[in-house]
């Protein structure tokens, strides 16, 4: 055998060699490199937008449909035109409730923490539960026969700004206390007014919690009660003519009776007038006494 055949055959071996080495070692450690990750790991999760149906049931008695009252984020104004089946679903209510005395409605509107309440009322998911109310009144159903209530939900999500139906619906008995409620709330109304103050010659509105649930207080009695009526009476300081202090007391009155009203309160329901600067509670000699007797003040009758 020459030195060349020699040689070549060694390379050979080393060749062999490092090929076997390779497969029995090297292949196991690339057996434990983890895989990149898939493109479907790392692509976030869309939320589900909220949805709540137009839905009520008792016993036998229940309906439902996908469609409900709708809302902009931070509004309280029910999205038009509303489905059809939610005027077929009114209409199934109205005859439950004419057949069954003793029941009523519960709405209960939703809304989140982050939305901002422009309303009257304590917070938005009442003043929803409200425009509800009011849009079944129209179509015929007492509101002696429908109660409203608000409830924070902050998991909803909205879809393109609208938050579709957060409003849900229950049928229940009336309470058996209901009369001695009614009595307290009204008693509650009475010895402690709505009192609203403005700047001079100003007619603007900005509610405390407090006076949003002396609204609240007074749009549930006037619901409960038919023949119940409120009483808007507007005031002034001294400053200026009687006769146009007069005047701007009424322009007080009426601009808070529209307030109300578009805050669900029934135009049949609000009485106005004006005492002008002949009631001050407080005297006109300081700057915070005339601020104490630039206001309108709206009880029960």
């Not at 497969?23 to 898939?38: Q, V, W």
């Not at 005027?87 to 509107?109: A, C, D, P, R």
């Not at 409003?167 to 009595?183: H, N, P, R």
């Not at 007069?246 to 004006?274: C, H, P, T, V, W």
């Amino acid at each position: 055998m020459t030195r060349t055949t020699k040689y070549l055959l060694l390379m050979l071996l080393t060749i062999l060699l490092g090929t076997y080495f390779y497969i029995t070692c090297c292949s196991e450690c690339g057996a434990n490199t983890p895989e990149p990750p898939s493109q479907e790991a790392i692509i976030p999760k869309v939320p589900e937008v909220t949805s709540y149906p137009f839905a009520f049931s008792d016993g036998d008695y229940a309906y439902s449909a996908n469609e409900n009252f709708n809302f902009n984020t931070s509004s309280s104004d029910v999205l038009m035109p509303l489905g059809a089946s939610i005027g077929t679903g009114i209409t199934s209510l109205k005859g439950f409730l004419s057949e069954n005395t003793g029941k009523i409605i519960n709405v209960t509107g939703y809304f989140k923490s982050d939305e901002t309440n422009s309303s009257a009322y304590p917070n938005l998911g009442l003043a929803r539960a409200i425009a509800v109310k009011n849009h079944l009144v129209s179509n015929g159903i007492s509101s002696a026969r429908i109660n409203t209530m608000g409830k924070l939900m902050d998991d909803m999500i909205a879809k393109d700004d609208v938050y579709l139906g957060p409003i849900t619906y229950s049928l229940s008995g009336e309470s058996e206390t209901a009369g001695e409620e009614l009595k307290a709330l009204y008693d509650t109304i009475k010895s402690d007014p709505l009192v609203l103050y403005f700047n001079t010659a100003e007619a603007s509105i900005n509610l405390s919690e407090q006076q949003r649930q002396k609204v609240a207080n007074i749009s549930r009695y006037l619901d409960k009660v038919e023949d119940a009526t409120v009483n808007v009476v507007g005031h002034s300081d001294n400053t200026g003519l009687a006769s146009t202090n007069q005047k701007l007391g009424l322009n007080r009155a009426d601009f808070a009776k529209a307030y109300l009203m578009r805050n669900g309160i029934l135009e049949s329901k609000i009485n106005i007038s004006s005492l002008g600067q002949t009631a001050p509670v407080a005297t006109n000699d300081t700057e915070e006494g005339r601020s104490k007797n630039r206001r309108t003040v709206v009880t029960l009758n």
